[in-house]
């Protein structure tokens, strides 16, 4: 699967009050729809529409994101294989799985910075240096 276009159609980003005492911080992600489309330069395509949500709870702040993916599946009965799963509301992990990787990396980079921006702590860790234990320094002189 190839995957040729994203775009956001609504970012929303709201700080309801100040973070106190215990934070739980909690992401969903789903696809809302699959659809058919045709584009001049790549033929025919399959758009995933989006909605992946970040919220800090109990009620401190929400972070909510729509939009659309476009990919092109390997073989082209997969177009169909895919549409006619979509009516039962299933998705091939072979589909889902890459598409959902792509849909969380640009989201989840855009919402690092309006966590900043909104000074809110992030939603995923961030790598950290630390001292080793029992690690001893050997100096020669």
Same mark, same amino acid.
């Given at each position: 699967?190839?995957?040729?276009? &994203?775009?956001?159609?609504?970012?929303?980003?709201?700080?309801?009050?100040?973070?106190?005492?215990?934070?739980?911080?909690?992401? %969903?992600?789903?696809?809302?729809?699959?659809?058919?489309?045709?584009?001049?330069?790549?033929?025919?395509?399959? #758009?995933?529409?989006?909605? +992946?949500?970040? %919220? +800090?709870?109990?009620?401190?702040?929400?972070? *909510?994101?729509?939009?659309?993916?476009?990919?092109? @599946?390997? *073989?082209?009965?997969?177009?169909? *294989?895919?549409?006619?799963?979509?009516?039962?509301?299933?998705?091939?992990?072979?589909? *889902?799985? @890459?598409?959902?990787?792509?849909?969380?990396?640009?989201?989840?980079? #855009?919402?690092?910075?309006?966590?900043?921006? &909104?000074?809110?702590?992030?939603?995923?860790?961030? @790598?950290?240096?630390?001292?080793?234990? %029992?690690?001893?320094? %050997? +100096?020669?002189?």
């Amino acid at each position: 699967m190839r995957i040729i276009g &994203f775009s956001f159609k609504k970012i929303e980003a709201e700080r309801k009050k100040n973070i106190i005492g215990k934070l739980e911080i909690k992401s %969903n992600i789903q696809i809302e729809d699959i659809e058919k489309e045709t584009i001049d330069i790549a033929g025919e395509t399959l #758009k995933f529409s989006y909605n +992946y949500s970040i %919220n +800090y709870e109990p009620g401190f702040a929400e972070i *909510k994101f729509k939009g659309t993916t476009l990919a092109i @599946p390997d *073989k082209s009965e997969d177009i169909k *294989k895919t549409l006619k799963d979509w009516k039962k509301k299933k998705i091939d992990d072979t589909i *889902k799985i @890459p598409i959902l990787n792509f849909i969380m990396s640009k989201c989840n980079l #855009k919402a690092l910075q309006l966590e900043e921006d &909104f000074s809110l702590p992030p939603h995923i860790p961030f @790598p950290r240096i630390t001292a080793q234990q %029992n690690q001893q320094t %050997n +100096y020669t002189g």
